[in-house]
């Protein structure tokens, strides 16, 4: 089992719809989850995190945590084309705050 | 504000050439600093990571090295590099706040031929 697993996609959403982007994750005792979107040939960008149960709003962004579950969702609400990216799942571990990396979901919003 | 530099942009290298990529963060002090590769069409991979100068930790086996001379510089290196090198490879530095949350350089794409 992978540490990290997304749905690769990719996920099409038309312009307007929610966008719902799932990650679980293996280890249980991680505290501290992260979203990032990369768009294609640039570096991830920081969208949200979240370390408490629950959800975490942010604009269009909402970010869902449930670690009985293993589970921490991304959703998109009012999906533009300029949504259109990689998002990237990542979970903090180590002394260092190490991140382990999901392999991404594919999101395109279709105009 | 923090800023972090990654150079160069891109980098066309023979195998067996040597290698050196650095990075710099301005703006913050004692920061960690990370090394992640993405090969094409694969997820992020941390290769080295740096809580202090001199201080290096690897997370995978693999002919690249890495160094931390001053506070705000990492540098990634090889001495040969090998096909299965290429990638884009990113810079990136967290803040040491309770959230730890990490934020990327530009990154250099690496081509070795």
């Known amino acids: 089992q992978k540490e990290v697993e997304q749905n690769s996609g990719p996920l099409s959403v038309p312009e ?26 640039k570096s991830p960008e920081l969208i949200m995190f979240i370390y408490s149960n629950g959800d975490k709003e942010d604009g269009r962004f909402t970010a869902q945590l449930n670690k009985a579950s293993q589970y921490v969702s991304l ?19 180590g002394s260092a705050r190490q991140l382990t990396f999901g392999s991404g979901t594919q999101l395109t919003v279709l105009p | 504000s923090q800023t972090i530099h990654q150079w160069p942009a891109t980098l066309v290298q023979p195998v067996g050439s040597p290698l050196s990529l650095e990075c710099t963060v301005e703006g913050t002090s004692n920061p960690n600093l990370y090394w992640y590769r993405q090969a094409a069409g694969r997820g992020l991979q941390l290769l080295f990571y740096s809580v202090g100068i001199g201080q290096i930790s690897s997370e995978v086996p693999q002919n690249l090295s890495a160094s931390r001379p001053q506070d705000r510089q990492f540098i990634l290196s090889s001495k040969k590099l090998l096909l299965s090198d290429s990638g884009f490879y990113l810079c990136a530095w967290s803040v040491t706040s309770l959230s730890y949350e990490q934020y990327f350089g530009p990154g250099t794409r690496l081509t070795v031929t």
Not at chain 1, 75 to 93: E, F, H, K
């Open chain 1, 75 to 93: 959703l998109i609400r009012d999906s533009q084309p300029s949504d259109s990216a990689t998002y990237l799942c990542a979970v903090m571990r």
């Open chain 1, 16 to 41: 307007g719809a929610i966008a719902s982007l799932n990650c679980t994750y293996s280890d249980r005792g991680s505290q501290s989850f992260f979203w990032y979107r990369q768009y294609s040939g």
